[in-house]
């Protein structure tokens, strides 16, 4: 099953922060954070392995609480090179026996001047 | 940086014609993916391929996909006969330490 983002889009001024939050329903081994620019890859942001964790990559981080099978991501200070779609990945085992990464349907950023 | 890599980058061809999408992994680990996405779309799983054998797909994977690996390295994903919908970006994906993604190619079917 997949994981739920919320917002499905967000827009921004640069400077101005933003969240994008990431929920599953099913117990999580990690969450993984991609952010994908038009006609691209995913790009790989950062990967949280363990309840209440959290990382940063540049102004860019994240929490990842187990319990709740949550995730957020946290932009501060916006600039027009974080406009894309992010998406969350989460990691688990499926009913067939192996592990997949299961992506939200994505949130559209964009950071406008 | 380690990457995965994938052949054509654009391929264009006409409903009903087959089409084989290439990858080139990062290294011979046991679990390799495909990916799909279609424009605007999220990311779905199509298969996943463990120690030389189909380990799941899903049902978007249906009879006129095929996955090998001819020369025990590289990975070839094939659409029989395309249809329309399955126009998309495809990408090959190796979990390691993190997950690699390919930079995809794009199938566009007229």
Same mark, same amino acid.
């Given at each position: 099953?997949? !994981?739920?983002?919320? !917002?499905?889009?967000?827009?921004?001024?640069?400077?101005?922060?933003?969240?994008?939050?990431?929920?599953?329903?099913?117990? $999580?081994?990690?969450?993984?954070?991609?952010?994908?620019?038009?006609?691209?890859?995913?790009?790989? *942001?950062?990967? *949280? *392995?363990?309840?209440?964790?959290?990382?940063?990559?540049?102004?860019?981080?994240?929490?990842?609480?187990?319990?709740?099978?949550?995730?957020? @991501?946290?932009?501060?200070?916006?600039?027009?090179? +974080?406009?894309?779609? +992010? =998406?969350?990945?989460?990691?688990?085992?499926?009913?067939?026996?192996? +592990?997949? $990464?299961? =992506?939200?349907?994505?949130?559209? @950023?964009?950071?406008?001047? | 940086?380690?990457?995965?890599?994938?052949?054509?980058?654009?391929?264009?061809?006409?409903?009903?014609?087959?089409?084989?999408?290439?990858?080139?992994?990062?290294?011979?680990?046991?679990?390799?993916?495909?990916?799909?996405?279609?424009?605007?779309?999220?990311?779905?799983?199509?298969?996943?391929?463990?120690?030389?054998?189909?380990?799941?797909?899903?049902?978007?994977?249906?009879?006129?996909?095929?996955?090998?690996?001819?020369?025990?390295?590289?990975?070839?994903?094939?659409?029989?006969?395309?249809?329309?919908?399955?126009?998309?970006?495809?990408?090959?994906?190796?979990?390691?330490?993190?997950?690699?993604?390919?930079?995809?190619?794009?199938?566009?079917?007229?």
């Amino acid at each position: 099953q997949q !994981p739920v983002q919320s !917002p499905q889009a967000v827009i921004l001024r640069e400077g101005e922060d933003a969240v994008i939050n990431c929920s599953s329903s099913k117990a $999580l081994y990690s969450v993984h954070w991609y952010r994908q620019k038009h006609g691209e890859a995913p790009v790989f *942001l950062m990967i *949280l *392995l363990k309840g209440g964790e959290q990382k940063g990559h540049e102004k860019i981080s994240a929490s990842f609480n187990e319990k709740k099978q949550q995730s957020s @991501l946290y932009l501060t200070a916006s600039q027009l090179s +974080y406009s894309g779609t +992010y =998406f969350c990945g989460t990691e688990g085992y499926s009913g067939a026996g192996s +592990y997949q $990464l299961t =992506f939200g349907k994505g949130t559209k @950023l964009s950071v406008i001047p | 940086e380690p990457e995965v890599t994938q052949t054509p980058s654009h391929q264009v061809t006409q409903m009903g014609q087959e089409v084989i999408l290439r990858c080139v992994p990062i290294s011979n680990h046991l679990y390799f993916y495909w990916y799909r996405q279609i424009l605007g779309q999220k990311v779905e799983f199509l298969v996943s391929f463990y120690n030389n054998e189909i380990s799941e797909k899903s049902e978007i994977f249906d009879d006129q996909f095929s996955v090998e690996r001819p020369d025990g390295s590289n990975f070839t994903l094939k659409i029989r006969s395309t249809k329309l919908e399955d126009s998309a970006m495809y990408f090959c994906a190796q979990p390691l330490a993190r997950w690699y993604f390919g930079p995809g190619t794009r199938l566009t079917v007229t």
